[in-house]
């Protein structure tokens, strides 16, 4: 089987019952698998809140490991609008011509590096490298800062022993706090200054809340940003006429883009937790537990998709929920596609081929199921 194949693990269930269940460190998770329902659970806040104890609708639970609100993830309407107004023109400036340029500049010296070299190990060599690069023009700071990044690895609350790291997360809590001291001492054109200055609803935002909308900002697109990029780049390793398409038909660029991020699903699903008791999928949920939207699932459902386990390059229809659904559709999406915007036209430009040499899957365990996401690490070369 090609390295870059990822199977659907939720389609037997998805058709036959609507659900999947898990439990996740004694807090048991209802997966919500079927396009339509996921879409539905997720658009109705009221029941299947956001806004539940900080860290308990993230899947692994971060509940023991931070008590900080991420802003705006965890928190509901009407409150989550207007924190989201606060960065939302912010997160939009991936789309100007400065930012596209620099970036270009970035990966453009990323992929000459990796042409010289006899071999790659993508995950932590480029992938996390180009990440961490990116989110520096991001938050607006010096490039120098992607060294630090770089040096906490693939995951901000994992590390090689434990899914969950309490001495790592508070590795990024010591930083955020000088950075924001630093802020205030010296304003400037940066993301905490910008926070900073903010006000919601006539009020300045509390350090408290400056620090969950930057703890989002650094964890949110880790290491999905890594997995879209490693996994895309394997992808185009196994088929290359895919991208010499794309090199002669400029127009299906935005679509290749939008049905890769569908087929690879970097994230496989999300929490939120239940209000009253209800029910999904004629099974029942009782108040106070947890549902958890799959992503991963809702993206191969065959009744909304032609072909749903294929790559379709030029894919038209492309209701994927892979960046999320109704109201917390992930704020960084515009960042993240353009990163492949910008790596799939330079590899176009640069690349000749790459080779796959050596692969170890990076295989999620979700009760039942299993689920390839992406590598622990991947060797390739550039040609």
Known sequence: MAKCTFSDPF?????????????????????VLGHKDVRRCAHNHKTFQSGAEPGRIVVPSEVNIRDIRQIPFEVDPPQHGSYRAVVEDWFKRPLEEEYTAQLEKQIGVLIDEALTKDSVEVIN??????QSRALTLLFNVPFSE???????????????????????????YDYIDKKLEESKQNPGDDFYSKLLAAEVDGKKLTDEEIKGVV?????????????????SLAY??????????IKNEPEI?????????????PLTHMGRVATEDTQVCEHAIQADTRISLNWASANRDATVFEKA???VIDRKINPHVAFGFGTHNCLGATHARQILK???KTLIKKVDSIEILEADENIETLGEFKRKVGFNSIQMKFN
């Open 215 to 231: 703890v989002l900002t650094f964890s949110g697109g880790r290491d999905t940003v890594i997995n879209a990029v490693t996994n």
């Open 11 to 31: 389609e037997k269930a998805r058709k036959e019952v609507g659900i999947g269940e898990m439990d996740d460190q004694n807090d048991p998770v209802k997966m």
């Open 342 to 344: 910008v790596l799939i």
């Open 125 to 130: 060599e480029f992938s996390l490298v180009l």
């Open 253 to 265: 660029l935005n679509f290749a883009i939008e049905e890769l991020v569908r087929y690879f699903s």
């Open 146 to 172: 992607s060294e630090t990044w770089i040096s906490w690895g693939t995951h901000v609350f994992r590390s090689e022993e434990t899914a969950l790291d309490a001495g790592k997360a508070q590795v990024l």
């Open 236 to 245: 185009f390793a196994e088929n290359p006429a895919s991208l010499e398409r």
């Open 309 to 311: 386990n294929e790559v």
